[in-house]
């Protein structure tokens, strides 16, 4: 356990949204929760509000899971970090862990980043306490494992929704913005539909194909296993979507059909949810498809009758739009209340 060094919390001067900054309220401890290699550890990063009270109350939990095409991000990579998040927090004087997990490409694809899902969970019930009694041996910083929140986007989205399914007891509530929750979807199978680009960029600033998929191939044959990147790895991912090969060459290039690594055919086999899940994405999202979310989260109200299902939907508005958009909040009236209502048990 340790105090995350400046240089791991990641900004870049070009990008309009977030950088480090969002991270200033808190107290950050980078912990340990699974060793990949005795030279490669996933961590959890703890962010404590530097106002918590000291009052020796449990406090409810966030765990942000960052998205990023599962190829990019990190747990302090403020750019994904939605400041919004940062305010829940401060607001309910609730911790959050932000966490790592193996990034794509690897020869297993999926599979590799479900099992540092699984590995976290399993270590979050059984030695989250513990980390916070040595961290604070007065015994004032407790957690509120019956106060737990799971919010994710874009990739995080996939993120959230698997744990949610396979641990919906144990969650209060979700928030998923503009989810990645087919991995069959049309876009990454066939790329953008009618002439469309991702991000409405030209079609001559993609990279070639053979590039990109020679990226994949060389991040494959490394030795070890990724967690951290950067904006560096966006050219890969643009050119993959825009041409469709995301699902082939990075999501499942094993060709794996088992229902675990698939959030719809779990919903379809009978997986429960927590009690309550909040979905909003952007109506001229030019990644995750509108008409993809739509179908999700009809699945959900459908096959999931225990959880109540509130979903949002932003005209007008682009893939990240609530990191970019100090507006956001228009497209989610009463959302938000309804959000931290199921969390906290009110």
């Not at 699974?34 to 962010?47: G, Q």
């Not at 932000?98 to 270590?123: A, C, E, H």
């Not at 744990?163 to 876009?187: F, G, H, N, Q």
């Amino acid at each position: 356990m340790s105090s995350t060094p400046s240089a791991m919390i990641e900004s870049t001067p070009t990008w309009p949204g977030p950088d480090h900054t969002v991270f200033n309220p808190f107290n950050i401890h980078e912990i340990t929760y699974k060793t990949l290699t005795p030279t490669h550890d996933l961590k959890a990063a703890l962010l404590i509000p530097k106002t918590l009270p000291k009052d020796k109350k449990p406090h409810p939990v966030i765990i942000n899971m960052h998205g990023g095409f599962l190829t990019m991000g990190h747990a302090l990579f403020g750019p994904f970090f939605a400041p919004w998040i940062a305010s829940l927090a401060l607001s309910n004087n609730a911790i959050v862990l932000s966490i790592d997990y193996r990034l794509l490409p690897t020869p297993r694809g999926v599979l590799d980043p479900l099992q540092d899902l699984d590995d976290f969970w399993k270590w979050f019930k059984s030695d989250f306490a513990g980390v916070l009694a040595r961290l604070d041996r007065s015994g004032a910083m407790e957690a509120d494992f019956s106060r737990v929140m799971l919010i994710g986007g874009s990739a995080g989205g996939y993120c959230v929704v698997q744990t949610a399914l396979s641990y919906p007891d144990e969650i209060s509530a979700v928030a998923m913005l503009y989810p990645l929750v087919d991995l069959k979807d049309d876009m990454f199978v066939r790329g953008p539909a009618g002439g469309k680009t991702v991000f409405g960029m030209p079609e001559e600033s993609f990279m070639g194909l053979e590039e990109a998929v020679a990226w994949v191939e060389g991040e494959k044959e490394k030795e070890g296993w990724k967690s951290r990147a950067g904006f560096e790895v966006s050219q890969y991912n643009f050119a993959l979507t825009q041409r469709g090969r995301l699902y082939e060459e990075v999501f499942n290039p094993t060709g794996c059909e088992e229902a675990k690594i698939f959030p719809l055919e779990r919903m379809r086999g009978g997986a429960k949810a927590p009690g309550f899940i909040w979905v909003l994405t952007g109506v001229d999202d030019s990644t995750i498809r509108v008409e993809s979310v739509r179908d999700t989260v009809a699945l959900m109200k459908e096959k999931l009758p225990g959880t109540e299902v509130r979903y949002d939907e932003a005209p007008g508005q682009e893939h990240g739009f609530d990191l970019l958009n100090p507006e956001w909040e228009q497209y989610a009236v009463g959302s938000l209340d309804k959000l931290q209502r199921a969390w906290l048990l009110k």
